[in-house]
């Protein structure tokens, strides 16, 4: 039977890594370079509340302490905030709780930090009391950001700077938190200018003495309408070592990219909630290895933060047990492989969810963003903190009405990227259609009349429309802001889900949700 310490030394030695996980990793012997002290920096993106991965994380950091084999430290890339249960329900609370048991050594922001608003997550992080790093967030018009760029930290002769930023994308996604409600900006992350104060951060931290750089990113590696990527990031930059990626929920053990002086540079992504844990490995001598370690593989856990998530479970199973359906069949948001359904194609989750929406309304037609759409339902009983688990967010369900042209013009604009995925994705109740994701066009729309017959989509026509009301504050790529409002909501869209299930399916989700039930249809011509 293996000791802790040649367990410890198993997952501690190189991991080599070529593209972008195309290559599976291998382990190889310990290189001479082990037999000094390492450095390990542990790192985790997108987890969504995933609140029992946290025990894992700190555990593994433990065990690699006990081994004597490595200095540790501990990041986070954003998007810890929201996604689920516990953040929900807290907005925020529940999540800080635990993270200020782990021990990190540095956070950066993810665009879900901002979910309940910039105020509320300005209250929460102190509480972390760990340095939060941000190059590119600040008030508007300032010139210097609300958070340090940088954080330099010592593990034992070496300092390593870690630097953080945020995706643009976060003034479309969450405009609610940049600006007011007459439209006043006030809040910023300067677009045209990541790479340039990612840069700037850099060589400053250097100057102080840093001996690394490595970027906390919650950029992604692509589909950023801003053209802001982790990949572009490295590309226009020199002196980073490393660049730890979030946003895109990728599974990128390693992908080496080639800096502005040619020099290759890891960026490495865990994928999300914590399915993986990332482990950036630097040699006595100053080599960079990522590589990842999946969270089901580690038999390691901390009693003190298992302590916190335990409680935590227990106060959220006081608050969301009700029973409110059951369901033979699984409602899955990703599929086998962990990509998002939801995200890139037609959804029996959608499907239902867009059917609440819509005959809690009484409107033509439901409309959900997949990117709302969150956590699987699994067959057996549903309880409410089920449906709060599918709509983590505060947004309240409300009746727009809407032109056949703007329909339209949304459709196009939120399955431009299919079959790639888009949290705009629309997931639909009342309505058809049929996308072509070689033109990047979208054909027969046809909505549901009184009669139940469906009809052709009339573009001078107006109908009305339940959604939530993230359709005025970033969803939908803006498409509908301008739509009349006709009913405001007052229920919150997990709410509207939970009453579905209970009072208008009496409590059994039927077999017409088993399948999807062909309102999308794609072709590639």
């Known amino acids: 039977m293996k000791t802790v310490s040649q367990v410890i030394m198993t997952l501690l030695v190189s991991i080599l890594v070529v593209g972008c996980g195309t290559t599976k990793p291998s382990l190889i012997n310990q290189p001479t370079a082990l037999k000094q002290k390492s450095i390990v920096i542990l790192y985790e993106n997108d987890v969504h509340c995933e609140i ?11 065990a690699i302490l ?5 200095y540790v430290g501990i990041v986070s890339n954003g998007d810890y905030l929201q996604g689920a249960l516990a953040g929900a329900i807290s907005k925020g609370q529940y999540i800080v709780d635990i993270m200020k048991n782990v021990g990190y050594d540095a956070i950066t922001l993810g665009n879900h930090e901002f979910d309940y608003g910039t105020p509320r997550m300005v209250e929460l992080l102190p509480q972390i009391g760990v340095p939060v790093v941000s190059t590119n967030f600040s008030e508007y018009g300032a010139t210097t950001p609300m958070y340090p760029p940088y954080v330099i930290k010592q593990y034992g002769n070496k300092r390593i700077a870690f630097v953080g930023t945020t995706t643009p994308e976060t003034l479309r996604s969450e405009s609610y938190s940049f600006f007011d409600k007459t439209g006043k900006q006030l809040y910023d992350l300067h677009t045209s200018q990541v790479y340039q104060l990612v840069q700037q951060a850099a060589d400053k931290a250097r100057a102080e003495g840093a001996d690394y750089v490595v970027v906390l990113s919650h950029l992604g590696e692509s589909g950023s309408e801003e053209g802001v990527t982790s990949l572009g990031l490295v590309s226009a930059t020199r002196g980073i070592n490393a660049v730890l990626d979030g946003h895109t ?3 990128i053990p390693g992908n080496y990219v080639a800096n502005l002086d ?7 992504q865990t994928g999300t909630q914590f399915a993986n844990i990332g482990k950036l490995w630097i040699s006595p001598n100053g080599a960079f290895v990522t590589s990842l370690v999946k969270n089901a593989d580690i038999p390691y856990s901390n009693a003190r933060v298992a302590a916190s998530t335990d409680s935590i479970k227990a106060i959220l199973n006081q608050v969301t047990s009700r029973e409110v359906a059951t369901v033979a069949f699984d409602l899955p948001v990703k599929d086998a492989n962990s990509v998002w359904i939801v995200r890139k194609e037609e959804a029996p989750m959608g499907n239902l969810v867009a059917d609440a929406f819509r005959s809690k309304m009484k409107a033509q037609i439901g409309l959900i963003n997949g990117g709302g759409l969150r956590n699987d339902i699994k067959a057996g009983r549903i309880n409410y903190g089920n449906a709060v688990s599918v709509q983590p967010f505060d947004n309240r ?9 703007q329909i339209m013009d949304m459709l196009v604009k939120c399955t431009a990227n299919c079959p790639g995925l888009d949290g705009s994705f629309p997931q639909v109740s009342g309505m058809k259609y049929t996308i072509h994701t070689a033109s990047h066009t979208v054909t027969d729309v046809q909505v549901e009349n009184a009669s139940g017959q469906y009809e052709p989509l009339e573009l001078a026509k107006k109908y009305t429309i339940a959604t939530t009301d993230y359709y005025e504050n970033g969803g939908f790529y803006y498409v509908l802001k301008d739509c009349r409002l006709v009913e405001p909501g007052e229920q919150l869209s997990r709410d509207v889900l939970a009453d579905y299930l209970e009072k208008d399916l009496k409590g059994v989700v039927g077999d017409e949700y088993r399948t999807v039930q062909g309102r999308i249809t794609i072709v590639n011509d």
Request: charged share 15%; hydrophobic share 35%; aromatic share 2%.
């Open 52 to 62: 029992d991965g946290y025990a894992q994380l700190r555990g593994l950091a433990d």
């Open 66 to 70: 006990k081994s004597d084999t490595s």
């Open 249 to 251: 929920h990728a599974v």
């Open 262 to 268: 040619g020099q290759q540079v890891p960026v490495s």
């Open 397 to 405: 369900v409300c009746m727009i009405e809407a032109t056949g042209q």
